[in-house]
């Protein structure tokens, strides 16, 4: 169910600010989404799996802590973000 280590290297490639860039909140942010896009396919087909539905959930809630964060900090950055990975309309 966890994204695997290839995607991951490259999700931090795609979003890291510099080079060997793993703890930066863009990082994060997107290898939470990745994973939460993960659980939500697998959610879809598993829909009793409350297990799997609390993880989820404290992923979802870690992202928009990380966000929150984000935004209050460096508006620009927050935007491109969101619009990078498609999360608000």
């Known amino acids: 169910m ?21 703890g930066s909140v863009e990082v994060q942010v997107a290898v939470l989404t990745a994973d939460i896009n993960e659980l939500n396919a697998h ?8 297990h799997s539905q609390r993880g989820l959930m404290k992923k979802i809630g870690h992202r928009r802590n990380l966000l929150r964060y984000l935004r209050d900090n460096d508006v620009q950055r927050y935007r491109e973000l969101i619009q990078k990975l498609g999360l608000r309309r």
């Open 2 to 22: 966890a994204i695997s280590a290839q995607r991951k290297n490259e999700i931090i490639k795609e979003f890291g600010r510099h080079e060997g860039d793993t």
């Open 43 to 50: 959610m879809s087909e598993h829909k009793h799996d409350f």
